[in-house]
């Protein structure tokens, strides 16, 4: 559905609020509407682009939380966009992090602790990094895991796959 209303490729979808934030790999599109129903109502209307420097390049980046929306918008960038559409780079402080780990393989808010975990991987997808947002503070911590395959919240805590499936 979301396809065939943007002009490139889709990389990702959110919903933070009353419309639907679709993402391309050089743009980012508001598409209001509530999408169509079971009983056959409802529509897409047609996307306005919002205004940032890119849009994702990979859906597992993507987190939504009260803060906003957070995404990978470039190999060694993570941006954030707030409720009332401003999108801005948050992830500078470990923009060299990424540049050894660019492939972020999963994201997750941790409610409990008010943290935003993206497990990133290096190229050849041998090593890997947890990135921690606090949002409480506003602050980013790395955590040298090795690499990971997925990361989820269980129960209120942190749970991730390492590459040897524990």
């Known amino acids: 559905a979301f396809q065939a209303r943007l002009p ?7 919903c933070p ?8 790999a050089s743009a980012i599109y508001e598409i209001p509407g509530e999408g169509p129903q ?7 209307f047609t996307p306005r682009a919002i205004y940032s420097d890119g849009g994702c390049i990979d859906w597992r980046s993507i987190v939504e939380t009260g803060f906003g929306t957070f995404f990978q918008l470039d190999t060694d960038k993570i941006f954030l966009m707030s409720a009332g559409g401003e999108v801005k780079w948050v ?3 470990v923009r060299d992090t ?3 780990y660019p492939t972020i393989v999963g ?6 602790t008010q ?7 290096n190229t050849a997808g041998n090593d890997g990094v947890l990135l921690i947002y606090d949002l409480r503070r506003g602050t980013w911590g790395v955590d ?3 690499a990971t395959r997925a990361v989820t919240e269980y129960l209120g805590r942190l749970a991730y796959c390492g590459t040897d499936g524990l």
Do not use: H, K, W
């Open 17 to 24: 609020g009353d419309a639907y934030i679709a993402f391309s």
């Open 144 to 146: 040298r895991v090795g």
């Open 8 to 14: 490139e490729p889709c990389t990702g979808v959110a």
């Open 91 to 93: 992830g500078q402080p």
């Open 98 to 100: 990424l540049v050894d």
């Open 115 to 121: 943290r935003v975990v993206f497990a990133c991987t």
């Open 107 to 112: 994201s997750v808010l941790c409610t409990s």
């Open 38 to 44: 079971r009983n056959g109502t409802g529509e897409f």
